[in-house]
């Protein structure tokens, strides 16, 4: 049975940090694409940030630059580390798992089987 456990949200100030975390089991986690996606009161789920079994990146436009996703194999897990936030980027972040999804195609929530709880970012101005 696989399971996403995400840890890490919180609230913060605008221009300052937070680091998701999220714990995967029951899957062979080198088979998998994994990444993070959020969704806003009242709007779709976006992707964010996410990493392809052959380790390459990809992130959106609005977080480039400004957030990092990053694994640690031999932990299963999977990290994005959120700086200079904003009051935008104010979300229920998820983290996923897919097989077969690989950059450079944009993630779409219907490329990812397994799904996190969800952690809350919010970012006050």
């Known amino acids: 049975q696989v399971q996403l456990v995400e840890s890490g949200g919180g609230s913060v100030q605008a221009g300052g940090s937070l680091r998701l975390s999220c714990a995967a089991s029951?899957?062979?986690?080198?088979?998998?694409?994994m990444g993070w996606f959020r969704q806003a009161p009242g709007k779709e789920r976006e992707g964010v940030a996410h990493?392809?079994?052959?380790?390459?990146?990809s992130y959106a436009e609005s977080v480039n630059g400004r957030f990092t996703i990053s694994q640690d194999n031999a932990e299963n897990t999977l990290f994005l580390q959120m700086n200079s936030l904003r009051p935008e980027d104010t979300a229920m972040y998820y983290c996923?798992?897919?097989?077969?999804?690989?950059?450079?195609?944009?993630?779409?929530?219907?490329?990812?089987?397994?799904w996190g709880q969800g952690s809350q970012v919010t970012v006050s101005s």
């Open positions: 996923a798992a897919a097989v077969g999804w690989v950059c450079p195609f944009v993630p779409r929530p219907t490329d990812f089987a397994y």
């Open positions: 990493i392809d079994s052959d380790g390459n990146l």
């Open positions: 029951g899957l062979t986690y080198s088979s998998y694409a």
